[in-house]
């Protein structure tokens, strides 16, 4: 009985910790911060996929490159190195990139400290 139980249940009560995880473990308010390559990218739908996060774009994301000088949207492009700081919508249950940083290479925890929105505490605007 109980393992009929979990074969069958067992995948949704995983789906669910899964999602819940991820919407649970950053508070509001508090910075997701994710560096990876760009997995899928829809410009129409404003989406973006990095480390198989989906964040969705709106019209307060910055788009920069290393340096933090803003750059267009469209050289975002599947495969590039990117850093993205995000938070999550409450109201949709969803991730928001509020920040793109677009990178020329992967970043080593050695190297982070040479760019300062890797810092814990970002830059005032």
Do not use: C, W
Not at 40 to 46: A, G, N
Not at 76 to 94: E, F, M, P, S, T
């Amino acid at each position: 009985m109980k393992r009929k139980f979990f074969k069958e249940m067992g995948p949704i009560v995983v789906v669910i910790i899964v999602v819940t995880s991820v919407l649970g473990f950053a508070a509001e308010g508090e910075n997701i911060r994710v560096q990876g390559k760009v997995m899928e990218l829809d410009l129409k739908q404003r989406v973006i996929v990095v480390n198989e996060k989906t964040f969705f774009l709106d019209q307060k994301t910055v788009l920069s490159d290393e340096k933090g000088s803003p750059i267009p949207l469209d050289r975002l492009k599947v495969k590039a190195q990117v850093y993205i700081v995000g938070a999550i919508d409450q109201v949709h249950q969803r991730l928001v990139a509020q920040r793109i940083y677009l990178l020329s290479k992967r970043i080593t925890n050695k190297e982070k400290h040479l760019y300062l929105f890797m810092q814990d505490t970002p830059p005032e605007d």
